[in-house]
């Protein structure tokens, strides 16, 4: 098994910074890639950027490209999302996500979630 433990959310004001940790816990060395998703009120959970096992690919979505920063740290188990100028419209639960390699096929893990408010 494997658990995902998001932290860092919280209020910021518009043009502020916040990073995001998610800590992997269980078999992590069955850990692929992994991503920060993101689900505003009344809206679909969408991709927000990506990072593949060795940390040496990454992709944004295009509304935070030169803005956020996704990392990985495999020895400390944990994947970060640098959030620099912060935008109301960036308000949403951010949830960290995992592939896992599994007997069968490989599955998607879900954190549970850290709330991010932009004020204007």
């Known amino acids: 098994q494997v658990e995902l433990v998001e932290s860092g959310g919280g209020l910021v004001q518009a043009g502020g910074s916040l990073r995001l940790s998610c800590a992997a816990s269980?078999?992590?060395?069955?850990?692929?890639?992994m991503g920060w998703y993101r689900q505003a009120p009344g809206k679909q959970r969408d991709l927000v950027a990506s990072?593949?096992?060795?940390?040496?690919?990454?992709n944004y979505a295009d509304s935070v490209k030169g803005r956020f920063t996704i990392s990985r740290d495999n020895a400390k188990n944990t994947m970060y999302l640098q959030m620099n100028s912060l935008k109301p419209e960036d308000t949403a639960v951010y949830y960290c996500?995992?592939?896992?390699?599994?007997?069968?096929?490989?599955?998607?893990?879900w954190g549970q979630g850290t709330l991010v408010t932009v004020s204007s």
């Open positions: 269980g078999y992590t060395s069955r850990i692929n890639s």
């Open positions: 996500n995992a592939e896992v390699k599994a007997a069968l096929a490989n599955v998607e893990l």
């Open positions: 990072i593949t096992t060795d940390g040496g690919n990454t």
